[in-house]
């Protein structure tokens, strides 16, 4: 199969990147190349329309192994398996519970609840985990910071009513207490404490 792609590459002459170039230029019709089709990331990145083979060139990430510095490739070099995530935000827990439960069934293999700390409590987070096998996917959680540890308190009971081995669970809650002091100047350094209570009841 190699030697027959190889000669179906020889069979067409190459294209330079100038004849592209030249090419795109005629079809632009006087309009400037970079104003029209290069654009820029939020963090400032040129995007052209295009990449040759010759743009890789001097790159150190394209010689890079997983658990290598840079890490583009995973930091792990035994086993470096990707979750495929999806982040659901909560607004009704029976209807997300039906859209994580259809997510699962397409192949994702971790989730992200974002929940109204208004809204927890022992049957909120039954109904949002209904029939969802805990232990055989990836779950991740956030709410307002000031109620993390209640959330931590709900979920451990949870698996604990259901039997579930805590070895066999993984995932996350949220605790970020610092972005809101950073993004908006209110603090919020006295929830910097629960960080201890949280590790206490995931323990």
């Known amino acids: 199969m190699a030697d027959s792609k190889e000669k179906l590459f020889s069979d067409f002459p190459s294209v330079s990147t100038q004849?592209?170039?030249?090419?795109?230029?005629?079809?632009?019709?006087?309009?400037?190349?970079e104003k029209k089709l290069v654009w820029k990331t939020n963090e400032g990145f040129k995007v052209k329309p295009f990449y040759r083979k010759e743009d890789l060139e001097g790159l150190?990430?394209?010689?890079?192994?997983?658990?290598?510095?840079?890490?583009v490739r995973g930091i792990k070099k035994d086993d470096n398996t990707w979750?495929?995530?999806?982040?659901?935000?909560?607004?009704?827990?029976?209807?997300?519970?039906a859209k994580a439960l259809d997510l699962l069934n397409k192949g994702v293999d971790s989730l992200g609840f974002k929940v109204k700390a208004s809204d927890l409590s022992a049957e909120y987070i039954a109904t949002l985990l209904k029939d969802i096998c805990c232990d055989c996917v990836e779950?991740?959680?956030?709410?307002?910071?000031?109620?993390t540890v209640e959330l931590?308190?709900?979920?451990?009971a949870y698996f604990k009513e259901r039997g579930y081995d805590p070895k066999?669970?993984?995932?996350?809650?949220?605790?970020d207490p610092i972005s809101k002091m950073l993004g908006k100047g209110k603090d919020r350094s006295g929830l910097i404490a629960n960080a201890k209570?949280?590790?206490e009841i995931l323990a």
């Open 168 to 175: 066999s669970l993984q995932g996350s809650v949220n605790f």
């Open 60 to 71: 150190k990430t394209t010689e890079g192994l997983p658990g290598e510095f840079p890490y």
């Open 19 to 33: 004849e592209w170039l030249d090419k795109i230029t005629v079809d632009l019709k006087g309009a400037d190349f």
């Open 139 to 147: 779950l991740n959680f956030s709410t307002c910071q000031g109620h």
């Open 152 to 156: 931590a308190e709900l979920l451990v």
């Open 197 to 199: 209570k949280l590790v």
């Open 83 to 97: 979750f495929i995530r999806q982040d659901i935000k909560v607004i009704d827990p029976t209807e997300a519970n």
